[in-house]
Structures are given as structure tokens and as C-alpha cells.
């Protein structure tokens, strides 16, 4: 067990430590911070549950019970990988289902990709909007168009590649960044040329997209320009203060997000931004406008489906939020989990009277401990 620390200390396992001063009785305590982005979405700190590793090791349930007995010797017989990976790997696993009735489980659900479906519904796309509605797997779709070949012949790397392209274009991600981007998380090496090609291939099959980037961004510098004027791009209206330098995106839900000393410098909008003890400035563009109204809406779209599920029955508690998923568990041993998650999702997917034809789906499953599907 202390060769397990030792080594395991190397890395920054320290969520271990932190999952623990934030424990008490074996539940978890101020481990969320409401409305923690400009979007509003929930952050996390402490042991930021926001921000897990994304690997997992093979067998995981056995690698628990080897780390538990203190062997790593076999441990290390087993994986291949480092010590702290393999534990880094398992934080995720360490969060398990309250102890409420005989073989409780969480329940846990995901948004299917909700920024890409609140895109088009954004952008006012017709033909994003009829591939959602019909359920076609959109990011097969564009692995099928990048790599010229039938949605059906696409591999599960060509398309992870398709769901980068999909998320990542639809907020101006230019060819360099891209090609960074597709190398650090699908291990795929592109050339500038094989990287642009992808690009071009987004923004001629999605113009409503492109289209909007400019429409965004124009309407914002003109608010900027003439304080107190509201100006509308799409269903977002912009207002600006010149007196308070404060920018504000009125959103169809009803809130707003607020972009806080705005201004024009040297062409380029800006804002104010916090970050741990700094204040700092930083600029944007309509890429990532489009980004804020995307993630902002993401969220209202999932505090509309959390109010809906409560006012219908107090059979179920929400434990944490991270990004578009949801952990929740029952309140009380008499709740059927084998119907819990259909009917979780259920409520979720109901889209708000805000965005009547927005088309949702949620997939969801049972499990002990919380883990990624």
C-alpha cells in the first residue's frame, strides 16, 4: 500500500485528499459552485468533479480491489501503465450510490449532444434540425462526408473525428487549433492541408452556422457602439450600458448573461473575466458568442428539465451536474429503479415553452458507482 502512495502521490491524485476533506459521514459537502461560468452553468471546486480524467483502466472493478488489498506488485502485473495512472483513472469510481434500500444505484444521464442540437436550433438550421428529429447520428454523418464514404462504413475513431468537427466548427474553430485538438484527444495526426480541408467541408455544409458567427458579432459591436440600444441576433438580444461599460445577451429563457467592462480596443471586442484571484481581460468573437449562447441555453434547457422532474415527484435527489450530465439517486427504497431512468429522461427531454421545437434526447443507466458510459 505505501508503494501505491508513493507512487500515486506523484501525480495529481490529490483529489483523493480533497474528495476526503470535503467528505463528512461518507457524503460529499460545498463541492459546487452555482452559476460558476459567464454561461451560468455550475462549476465545481475542491476536488473538481468538473474536470475527472478521461481514462479509465481496463478491468476497473478489479483494479479497485487490488488497490484496496494493498498489492502492487500484482497491480503492476496486471497493468501495464503506471501506478498513478491506473489510480488517477479510478477517482471517478470512488462517488457510489447512497446506501437507500436493498442494491441502490445512481442514476446517471447525459444530454446527447445538446450544444450541437441547440446550434442548429439557434443558427435555424433546417437540415441540422430534420438530421436531429429523425435521430441520424450527425457526427457519422460528417466523419461520412470527411472521409467519403457511407454513415454506416464509419469506424468509431472516423467517428469520434466527426463529433470533434461537429462540436469544435460549430463555434469558428480555425484549421490550426483544430489539428491540435484532434491530435490531443482522437491521436490522429493531420497535415495543415487535411486539417483545413475538414474546415471547409463544416462551413459549406452548415452556412446558417457560419452566417450567424457574422450576424453575432456585428450585432455586438453595433451595441457597443450605441449604448442603450437593444440589438437582436437570432433570438438573443444585446444591450450595452457606455456609463457601467456593461454588456449584456438577454436570452430566450429569460435570463441573461453579462460581459462585464466591454468595450472596442484596436478592432477587438473585449471583456472583463475573474479567474482565481485575477481579474483579467480577455476577447471574443462571434465564434465564441455563439459558444456562450449555445452553453448558457444548454443549461437553462437542463434547470427547466430538473424543475419539471421535481414538481412531478419528490422520488428523486440530483447529486451533482457536470457539463450535461446528471447523477441523481432515489430518496427512498420504495422508488423502481428499473423505470427510474425512462422516467428521468422523460422529463428532461420535454423541451421548454421557450424552444417548442428544440429536439432533445437524454441517455441514461443505472450503475453503483458513477462512471462514464
Not at 107 to 128: F, G, P
Not at 132 to 159: H, N
Not at 257 to 265: G, H, L, T, V
Not at 307 to 313: A, E, G, H, P, S
Request: glycine share 6%; aromatic share 8%.
Amino acid at each position: 500500500m505505501l508503494h501505491i502512495r508513493q507512487e500515486a502521490s506523484q501525480s495529481a491524485n490529490s483529489k483523493y485528499s480533497k474528495l476526503l476533506d470535503l467528505n463528512y459521514k461518507g457524503k460529499l459537502y460545498d463541492y459546487m459552485q452555482i452559476y460558476g461560468t459567464i454561461t451560468g452553468r455550475w462549476a465545481s471546486y475542491g476536488a473538481q468533479l468538473h474536470n475527472m480524467p478521461s481514462y479509465e483502466p481496463k478491468a476497473p472493478e478489479d483494479a479497485l480491489k487490488l488497490i484496496t488489498k494493498g498489492t502492487p506488485s500484482i497491480l503492476r502485473l496486471v497493468y501495464s501503465e503506471r501506478l498513478n495512472k491506473v489510480v488517477s483513472g479510478l477517482i471517478r469510481r470512488m462517488i457510489v450510490a447512497p446506501n437507500i434500500g436493498e442494491d441502490n444505484k445512481l442514476i446517471i444521464t447525459d444530454y446527447n449532444a445538446i450544444e450541437a442540437r441547440i446550434l442548429a436550433w439557434l443558427t435555424q438550421d433546417e437540415v441540422k434540425l430534420r438530421h436531429w428529429s429523425e435521430g441520424t447520428d450527425l457526427y457519422k454523418l460528417m466523419a461520412s462526408l470527411i472521409f467519403k464514404c457511407q454513415p454506416e462504413q464509419v469506424t468509431k475513431d472516423q467517428r469520434n473525428l466527426g463529433k470533434l468537427t461537429v462540436l469544435g466548427c460549430g463555434y469558428g474553430m480555425g484549421h490550426k487549433v483544430f489539428k491540435l485538438n484532434v491530435e490531443a484527444k482522437c491521436k490522429v495526426k493531420l497535415t495543415d492541408h487535411e486539417a483545413q480541408l475538414v474546415i471547409q467541408t463544416y462551413r459549406r455544409d452548415y452556412p446558417a452556422t457560419v452566417r450567424f458567427w457574422s450576424c453575432v458579432e456585428n450585432v455586438v459591436r453595433s451595441a457597443i457602439l450605441n449604448s442603450g440600444v437593444e440589438k437582436q441576433a437570432g433570438c438573443s438580444r444585446w444591450i450595452y450600458n457606455e456609463d457601467t461599460q456593461l454588456l449584456q445577451c438577454h436570452l430566450p429563457s429569460g435570463r441573461s448573461m453579462r460581459y462585464p467592462k466591454a468595450s472596442i480596443q484596436q478592432g477587438h471586442i473585449v471583456y472583463q473575466t475573474v479567474h482565481g484571484s485575477g481579474v483579467y481581460q480577455v476577447e471574443t468573437f462571434g465564434g465564441k458568442l455563439t459558444e456562450n449562447i449555445c452553453q448558457a441555453l444548454a443549461r437553462d434547457v437542463m434547470v427547466d428539465g430538473i424543475i419539471r422532474l421535481t414538481q412531478k415527484t419528490k422520488d428523486y435527489r440530483l447529486l451533482l451536474t457536470v457539463h450535461d450530465e446528471l447523477v441523481l439517486t432515489r430518496t427512498h427504497a420504495n422508488v423502481d429503479l428499473t423505470s427510474s431512468v425512462d422516467f428521468v429522461n422523460r422529463c428532461l427531454t420535454q423541451a421548454p415553452f421557450w424552444a417548442k421545437s428544440l429536439p432533445l434526447k437524454c441517455e441514461g443507466f443505472l450503475s453503483k458507482r458513477y462512471v462514464k458510459a
